[in-house]
């Protein structure tokens, strides 16, 4: 039987040693497969996965736990699944899915305890005569309105 406990201490460990890291997911599948996601304020260095790695694997025994280990970074198609990942793409476009079904799409601006704010430019009729012109929208959307939020990859 796998010790969880100690892999998730030895994980705390590793990731104490690097303060930009934070864990996204850690799963125990079946056959001993331990999955590890971690994302960091500035991205995560292929190095880091591999010290993280290690430092799990060297301390525990396969003698007495055969095990796999997967620990990885996020996809860039992956949507956002904690707090501190708004954090680090404030200016970026994101786009996000409300659970009334809506979806809005706009720069985040700021991340509150509580909330995220977007903005966006969007055209629309002049209020006197003919033609358009671009204003400025702001949208303030609490935490537990979203669905789904993925940074929009703009090539």
Request: hydrophobic share 35%.
């Amino acid at each position: 039987m796998m010790n969880k406990e100690k892999i998730i201490n030895l994980l705390n460990n590793a990731l104490e040693q690097n303060e930009e890291l934070f864990l996204i997911e850690l799963q125990f599948l079946a056959d001993n497969k331990i999955y590890v996601e971690v994302d960091g304020d500035n991205g995560v260095p292929l190095k880091e996965c591999i010290r993280i790695s290690r430092e799990i694997e060297h301390n525990l025994d396969r003698e007495e736990e055969d095990f796999s280990l997967e620990v990885t970074s996020p996809d860039v198609a992956n949507s956002l699944k904690v707090k501190r990942q708004y954090n680090k793409n404030i200016n970026r476009t994101i786009t996000v899915n409300l659970k009334d079904n809506t979806t809005v799409e706009g720069i985040l601006k700021n991340v509150s305890e509580n909330e995220i704010e977007l903005e966006w430019k969007t055209r629309e009729p002049k209020p006197i005569g003919n033609g358009k012109i671009t204003v400025v929208k702001k949208a303030t959307i609490l935490f537990d309105n979203i669905l789904q939020a993925k940074v929009k990859i703009i090539f």
